[in-house]
């Protein structure tokens, strides 16, 4: 019996299921199915039962419920309170250092969070690996080492299309359209022009990519002075606005990317998803559902 176990019994009392457990304890429901059931093996008595919504507790379960409740979460509360890292050096990339760190670290000053600004998700990695970063926040790479990891958010991308454009007329921007088309991408090794030249390959897609310096703001007016058609992530699309662009969604959703915690430590790893849960993300979006 180890203290996991009894976190994961008390995660699916309180939720009547274990699927929505294992959600919230960042693991496979199988693997959390399993530290029920030896559990309920070390103790000889059956915690739940299953219902057609999910499960209850028996009767023992819920005494075992009530007694451990309190002491579980003043003992989380102790080791929480010697576990707290003094500093936390934070790895993020230039468009999550940009856009989206500062609300972290003024709603999380109390972490005392460290940036570390890197331009690849493939460089962060290598710090964490190093050891010369705590956790990381990357783009499209979950690792599947020893570090703990959790998909924080999805979210497409915008076609930014200048108005003028042939294609600025059109309601949705078709994955055709972009053959032979005139697509700005950022000439600094970046996750995005990456994982575009890769979805570019896969689809047999041959746009004409003109390769420029610069964050998005810089893509927005290369778009404009180039007439090609630039990328950008859709939470971003509402603060970053050119009075020559217009924002198309693409076909199916097709493009996107997921954004990924990665952390060396549980405490760590903890402790950010915590804080992470109250910060104003967008909702993951459903899959596209390609014909």
Known sequence: MNLQQLRYFLAAAKLKSFSKAAKAMYVSQ??????IALLENQLQITLFERTSNGVQLTEKGAQL????TPLVNQLDAILRAF???KEIRLGVLPSIGTYYLPELVSRLTFLNLTPIIKNTSAELIKLMEAGEADAAIVQDRPQLGTMRQALLFEETYLAAVPIGHPLSQQTE?????????NVILQQTACDSREYFELEFRK????PKITLVHGLFESLLAYAVSLEGIAFIPKMMASSITHRQIVYKPIENQYFRRSIHLLARSDAIFNRLMEEFSMLPFIPNEAPPQLS
């Open 173 to 181: 921007i078709r994955l055709t359209h972009f053959n032979q088309t």
């Open 83 to 85: 576990a707290e890292p």
């Open 203 to 206: 689809l047999g897609l041959k």
């Open 30 to 35: 199988p693997a959390l199915s399993k530290q």
């Open 65 to 68: 419920y009530q007694q451990l």
